[in-house]
Protein backbone atom coordinates (compact mmCIF):
# COMPACT_ATOMS: atom_id res chain seq x y z
CA UNK A 1 0.00 0.00 0.00
CA UNK A 2 1.17 3.92 -0.53
CA UNK A 3 0.10 6.72 1.50
CA UNK A 4 -2.08 9.27 -0.48
CA UNK A 5 -2.42 12.74 0.52
CA UNK A 6 -5.10 14.74 -1.50
CA UNK A 7 -5.30 18.90 -1.43
CA UNK A 8 -6.38 21.61 -3.76
CA UNK A 9 -10.15 21.50 -2.56
CA UNK A 10 -12.03 24.41 -1.85
CA UNK A 11 -14.98 26.81 -2.69
CA UNK A 12 -15.48 28.18 -6.22
CA UNK A 13 -18.20 29.79 -8.05
CA UNK A 14 -20.00 27.46 -10.97
CA UNK A 15 -17.39 28.09 -14.28
CA UNK A 16 -14.84 28.40 -12.73
CA UNK A 17 -11.56 25.87 -11.71
CA UNK A 18 -9.87 24.14 -8.83
CA UNK A 19 -6.84 21.72 -9.35
CA UNK A 20 -6.70 18.65 -6.91
CA UNK A 21 -3.67 17.16 -6.26
CA UNK A 22 -2.66 13.89 -4.62
CA UNK A 23 0.90 13.19 -2.95
CA UNK A 24 2.00 9.57 -3.03
CA UNK A 25 4.85 7.65 -0.76
CA UNK A 26 6.65 5.03 -1.90
CA UNK A 27 9.05 4.80 -3.89
CA UNK A 28 7.61 2.65 -6.90
CA UNK A 29 4.64 5.42 -7.59
CA UNK A 30 5.31 5.47 -11.16
CA UNK A 31 4.13 1.56 -11.59
CA UNK A 32 0.75 2.33 -9.64
CA UNK A 33 -2.71 3.18 -11.32
CA UNK A 34 -3.95 6.27 -9.85
CA UNK A 35 -7.74 7.56 -9.51
CA UNK A 36 -10.05 10.02 -8.74
CA UNK A 37 -13.45 8.88 -6.86
CA UNK A 38 -16.35 11.06 -5.44
CA UNK A 39 -18.69 11.01 -2.62
CA UNK A 40 -21.67 14.20 -2.31
CA UNK A 41 -23.82 13.99 0.88
CA UNK A 42 -26.14 11.29 0.68
CA UNK A 43 -25.17 9.03 -2.12
CA UNK A 44 -22.84 6.35 -2.61
CA UNK A 45 -19.02 7.08 -4.04
CA UNK A 46 -18.43 7.12 -7.55
CA UNK A 47 -15.70 6.97 -10.26
CA UNK A 48 -14.38 10.38 -11.71
CA UNK A 49 -11.06 9.44 -13.46
CA UNK A 50 -8.08 7.32 -13.37
CA UNK A 51 -4.88 7.17 -15.16
CA UNK A 52 -2.56 4.24 -15.05
CA UNK A 53 1.24 3.72 -15.05
CA UNK A 54 1.64 4.38 -18.74
CA UNK A 55 -0.62 7.40 -18.80
CA UNK A 56 -3.88 5.63 -20.30
CA UNK A 57 -6.58 7.62 -19.04
CA UNK A 58 -10.17 6.80 -18.47
CA UNK A 59 -13.06 9.41 -17.61
CA UNK A 60 -16.56 9.17 -16.20
CA UNK A 61 -19.39 10.37 -18.34
CA UNK A 62 -19.80 13.39 -16.38
CA UNK A 63 -16.88 14.68 -16.16
CA UNK A 64 -15.64 14.27 -19.69
CA UNK A 65 -14.33 17.12 -21.58
CA UNK A 66 -14.17 19.07 -17.64
CA UNK A 67 -11.96 17.41 -15.74
CA UNK A 68 -8.17 16.63 -17.05
CA UNK A 69 -6.58 13.42 -14.75
CA UNK A 70 -2.82 13.82 -14.86
CA UNK A 71 0.29 12.80 -13.21
CA UNK A 72 4.15 13.32 -12.33
CA UNK A 73 6.29 10.98 -11.70
CA UNK A 74 8.92 12.78 -10.38
CA UNK A 75 6.85 14.41 -7.73
CA UNK A 76 4.95 10.90 -6.91
CA UNK A 77 1.83 13.40 -7.11
CA UNK A 78 -1.43 12.72 -9.45
CA UNK A 79 -3.87 15.92 -10.34
CA UNK A 80 -7.00 16.44 -11.27
CA UNK A 81 -7.57 19.23 -13.01
CA UNK A 82 -11.62 20.78 -12.53
CA UNK A 83 -13.07 22.89 -15.34
CA UNK A 84 -16.46 24.24 -15.85
CA UNK A 85 -17.69 23.11 -12.40
CA UNK A 86 -21.67 22.76 -11.81
CA UNK A 87 -22.86 22.72 -8.73
CA UNK A 88 -23.40 18.75 -9.22
CA UNK A 89 -20.02 18.46 -8.79
CA UNK A 90 -19.81 19.36 -4.85
CA UNK A 91 -18.21 16.55 -3.14
CA UNK A 92 -15.72 14.86 -1.29
CA UNK A 93 -13.18 14.41 -3.12
CA UNK A 94 -10.57 11.02 -2.91
CA UNK A 95 -7.46 9.80 -4.69
CA UNK A 96 -7.02 5.94 -4.81
CA UNK A 97 -3.90 3.71 -6.05
CA UNK A 98 -3.36 0.27 -6.53
CA UNK A 99 -0.63 -1.61 -8.64
CA UNK A 100 -4.03 -2.82 -11.16
CA UNK A 101 -5.74 -0.58 -13.38
CA UNK A 102 -8.99 -2.68 -13.22
CA UNK A 103 -8.98 -2.56 -9.10
CA UNK A 104 -8.34 1.30 -9.26
CA UNK A 105 -11.63 1.88 -12.02
CA UNK A 106 -13.62 -0.36 -10.21
CA UNK A 107 -13.60 1.13 -7.12
CA UNK A 108 -11.61 -1.86 -4.91
CA UNK A 109 -8.33 0.02 -4.78
CA UNK A 110 -5.66 -1.21 -2.06
CA UNK A 111 -5.13 2.39 -0.94
CA UNK A 112 -6.85 5.46 -0.24
CA UNK A 113 -6.61 9.31 0.99
CA UNK A 114 -8.58 10.75 3.44
CA UNK A 115 -10.37 13.22 1.01
CA UNK A 116 -10.19 16.86 0.05
CA UNK A 117 -13.52 18.76 0.15
CA UNK A 118 -14.61 20.58 -3.11
CA UNK A 119 -17.77 22.81 -3.29
CA UNK A 120 -19.47 24.57 -6.17
CA UNK A 121 -21.52 27.68 -5.62
CA UNK A 122 -24.43 28.09 -8.29
Known amino acids: QVQLEESGGGLVQAGGSLRLSCAASGRTFGSYAMGWFRQAPGKEREFVAAISGNFVTIYASSVKGRFTISRNNAKNTVYLQMNSLKSEDTAIYFC????????????????WGQGTQVTVSS
Open 96 to 111: AADALFQQVVSGTSAS
